[in-house]
């Protein structure tokens, strides 16, 4: 196996040894999470790459990225480094073949690739009561209400970040929204609105004990106000 070595000054693995190239740059890194995503072989990763970024492959160009186009729920991409002609390989953590990638025009793929990105870094899992008591075991009341404090940022940053994609392709209250970002937007507050009733729900067991009766989140006549617009949520 390929050996790899760590970049000191960013979490970065350094697989220049693997000699592969897009048009005319060298991939010099991948992240960590690519490496481990190929159990750390490191030769399977740049067999995988030269067939993802081949002529003829499936695979499109946004912004300063080059992206592989498929059915999952995230693809391997190149970004281009700012500083030396080369390529990092990482993961974008959407599908474009996906049912909400496939929803995306191809002119507007560069704003929905940075709300990815930024909702990526706030994604959490849903917090229940039995991480509350954790926290709790391990630093007391204080380790409860920072956790509960992330959780809380962590929503309020993925709304935000819902908002500035909403407001790059809707700019003015005056016009039609475009369908295809109503049904993009919907299938995210599902998962927001969810994440979040967790949230509430783990405080109220933790503080009292049991929560009642708890419905699972599917879909509900909510309506949910942004910058420019507000979505509302229709039953069926």
Not at 75 to 87: A, G, I
Not at 179 to 201: F, P, Q
Request: include cysteine; glycine fraction near 8%; charged fraction near 25%.
């Amino acid at each position: 196996m390929t050996k790899v070595e760590i970049l000191v000054d960013e979490d970065r693995l350094d697989i220049t040894g693997l000699n592969v190239a897009f048009a005319g740059l060298r991939v010099t890194s991948a992240s960590a999470e690519l490496v481990n995503g190929f159990g750390g072989d490191l030769d399977e990763l740049g067999h995988a790459l030269r067939e993802d970024f081949a002529d003829g492959a499936s695979w499109c160009r946004i912004s300063n990225a080059v992206h592989t186009v498929t059915d999952g729920d995230a693809e391997v991409r190149l970004v281009s480094q700012p500083d030396v002609p080369t390529w990092h390989a990482d993961y974008f953590h959407a599908g474009w073949g996906s049912r909400e990638g496939a929803l995306v025009p191809p002119e507007h793929r560069p704003q929905y690739a940075s709300y990815v990105d930024r909702r990526h870094q706030t994604r959490e899992s849903c917090l229940q009561g039995k991480d509350l008591r954790a926290a709790a075991a391990g630093g007391g009341s204080s380790g409860v209400d920072t956790l509960v404090r992330h959780h809380r940022e962590q929503l309020t940053e993925w709304y935000a970040a819902l908002d500035q994609l909403l407001r790059s392709v809707h700019t003015t209250e005056d016009e039609d929204i475009p369908e295809w970002i109503t049904l993009v937007a919907k299938d995210e507050l599902l998962n927001w609105h969810r994440t979040r009733e967790y949230l509430m729900s783990a405080v109220l067991e933790y503080h009292h004990g049991d929560t009642g009766p708890r419905p699972e989140t599917v879909l509900g006549n909510l309506r949910f106000d942004f910058s420019t617009v507000s979505v509302e949520m229709m039953p069926f």
